[in-house]
């Protein structure tokens, strides 16, 4: 499984210096919330565990997956250093999961090519709700832990 051999995430203690002068926008779909709750609290709580300050994470919420493109525009155009959306996309009987997961994946690709304020890809692509709950909080652990450590290296890049 991927998530075995793919487990960088710890973090240099030069990066965790600076953690605390870094602005943070979390852009959070309400879609599957219980799903996305777990995911924005593994991430909130590894930024202050990590020194960032609470008045220096800012939170938006977006109805659906496909409107954080959006939100995370409108966060890229706010006082912010680095962004996380956070999202949860589960298959369901017609193509809807396919054009969502595409638009996302591909709105927060050309954000992340056209403006500088780097954005880290916290959403899960899931088969069923099971898929979801395992990888928010279960046993693969928190994809919300996983993405801000991410987001902390990702601002740390000079
Ligand atoms: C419509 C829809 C469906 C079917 N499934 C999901 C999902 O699994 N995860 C998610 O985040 N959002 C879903 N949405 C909502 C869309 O993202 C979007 O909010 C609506 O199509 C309105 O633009």
Request: with cysteine.
């Amino acid at each position: 499984m991927a998530t075995d051999i793919n487990n960088n995430f710890d973090l240099e203690s030069d990066a965790i210096s600076e953690v605390h002068g870094i602005k943070f926008g979390l852009v959070v779909s309400a879609w599957n919330k219980s799903i996305t709750d777990n995911l924005y609290d593994g991430a909130y709580k590894t930024l202050l565990k990590y020194g960032a300050k609470n008045v220096n994470i800012k939170k938006i919420e977006v109805p659906g997956s496909f409107e954080l493109i959006y939100g995370c525009k409108k966060m890229q155009n706010s006082d912010v250093d680095v962004i996380i959306a956070i999202g949860c996309i589960i298959k369901g009987e017609t193509d809807h999961y396919n054009y969502i997961c595409q638009s996302v994946s591909n709105g927060i690709t050309q954000l992340n090519i056209i403006n500088n304020i780097p954005i880290v890809f916290c959403v899960l692509t899931d088969h069923n709700v099971q898929q979801s709950i395992n990888r928010s909080g279960g046993k693969h652990g928190n994809k919300g832990i996983e993405s801000a450590v991410a987001a902390i290296k990702i601002a740390c890049i000079k």
